[in-house]
């Protein structure tokens, strides 16, 4: 029997923009109900959920952590987010592991960059969403224009079910709107204006309900408990609700309020895939077969790594042996844990609903689903701001490798990758603050250091027009010599182009035997040799010889793709070809023709959202057009808010982060998302060009 039943769980995550009060809300939530009694200050270094120590340094949330405590006969586990979207993957993490997010504004500041941001995860996996009105005791507080601004960017779905009583140092408690009554001197807005907004919003989650109340029958106390979760799950209600965590005043009311405002663990309908990879719905019994997902990693000094686990069906028991999507063969749990930000407690098991941690299980990892289904990944934003790394002390090569290989383990969006091409180890991030703080952890945790630079861009190379021609490999230098002889023709082939349709077109290729289609750089191989020109068996070594020629590039030394070659005649001498020959026949002839083809470079582009203040659209327009940009839109982010949609190079947004910071003073957000490869203009070409013969010069 597991320790907690279903019904009586409650999973939340609180997320919003920096300085919102989150962990001092979630260090107050622990103090009050006993489940922690030592001081807890985010000022102070003393705070329970900010235990790392780039977190006590910066004073403020890096990573996700995991509380719980017990209240009203509930059993809470609260997960502490980042407000930086720098750190948005920790965010997005904890969402997928809770059934509720809990919106935290600050009153005082309103609503935020990334409190949109949140809030739209939240509404993308399907999550209720409740609003929490802190520091409603802090200065400058307009409680109505506030209001009216949540409503406008969140929806009329959004209703108080609490009220304050005074504001700013006068801020002395709450009066519900769900049951007016009580003192409500010094209430900002008469709770009973709200009240009946409140029960219409919540009754129209039932139509028979719904036709009583319009006939004057109010509903039950049951029901409207049972409608409110309805309404929420179904985000025909948004309750907003008014606290001060620093002072406390209103937290008894906000921890009533989130036992009947946010949703059991068994409310949100879940999927999962089976062995033949048909969609299975996910029920919550305690009896059935273990569905539990890793919603975070953590690399804790002590205990190594944590996977932190919430489960939806089944029960998980210390001692059981598992399958998991992320590993080709079971493994054992040895011991579950229950998490109180860094502290650790043993526990036997988990039912539907409860988060656990596991420990030292490299099988799993961030998404990986626990039993025999599989549940979707969540939805991790791409990293796109890149720096090249190398360790500070030439010895440390290795250990930096292990130490990334950590990082990216734990932080879904952090990448490290060795490209081949530039021959640069590039660590990847959401932003430069992103990756400072991975720096600072290198250093502290793994006692590596790393300088950094800007990594080059990866182009790539490609060709234009179709393109003939041939290459002969001899080589004779006493003993057995060396020939090959290779013909080809080159043909563009552009990225979305079906390769069967393609090698298909007999009047394109009339004599092809065979193709092959490599998808990794979209190269298509086809053959045509007829009456044994080139034997077969030297096939395969002049596929080699392409393909190390496509990775060393032609013109400046970036991967080629979007390339068709098709091999249609040859030579071969019967004593001196061999394998070696008919490589560097192939890997010479591909060069040569790939330069008749009317060679160019492709650089990436990539998608740019930058959401800025309505006075600031200008100067970021303009400064688009400089980079290359081209306007895809516009549209309204409210709350005085405008959304920039634009395609861009990749070059010329590598440091866009520090322009926007000071067009917008700090107020400006983006994103970057890949979108396509692109032919680079031609000037941009010969500089590109001229600039990687330099460097290999330099290198010789």
Known sequence: MTKYQTENIRNIALCGHGNSGKTTLADAMLNLTGAVKKPASVDEGTSICD????????KYTIEASVIHFDHAGKHFNVIDTPGYP????????????????AIVINAQSGIEVNTRRVFAEAKKMGLGRIIILNKMDADN???SKLLESVKEVFGNECVPVNVPLGHGPAFKGVVSTLKPGGETAGALIDPNEIHENLIETIVTADEEVMERYLEGNMPTEDELARLLVTAVS???LIPILCVSGKSRTGLPELLDALTYCTLPPDVIPRQAKNAEGEEVEVKFDADGPVIAQVFKTRIDPFVQKLSFIRVYSGTLKTGMSLNASTSRRGFKIAQLFEMQAGETQPVEEAGPGGIVAVAKLEELHTCSTLGDF?????PFPTPMVGLAASPKSRGDETKLSGALAKLSDEDPT?????NEQTKQLVITGMSELHLQIIQERLKRRDKVEIETKEPKIPYRETIQIKGEGMYRHKKQSGGAGQFGEVHIRMYPFPGGTDPETFAANKEMFPSMKSFQHFPENNFLWVDSIVGGTIPGNFMPAIEKGFKERMVRGVIAGYQVQDVCVEVHFGKHHPVDSNEQAFKTAGSMAFKTVFMLSKPALLEPIVILEVTVPTNNV????????????????MESAGGGLQTIRAEVPLSEVMTYSRTLASMTGGQGSYSIEFDRYDVVPGNIQQQVIASAKMEDEEDE
């Open 51 to 58: 235990f790392d120590e780039e977190e006590k340094s910066h």
């Open 86 to 101: 720098d750190f948005i993957g920790q965010t997005i993490g904890a969402l997928g592991g809770v059934d509720t997010a």
């Open 141 to 143: 507080i307009n409680f």
């Open 234 to 236: 179904g985000g025909g």
């Open 374 to 378: 599989v549940m979707d990944r969540f």
């Open 414 to 418: 952090f990448l490290q990758d060795r």
């Open 618 to 633: 200008g100067d970021v327009s303009s400064d688009l057009s400089t980079r290359r940009g081209r306007p895809l839109g």
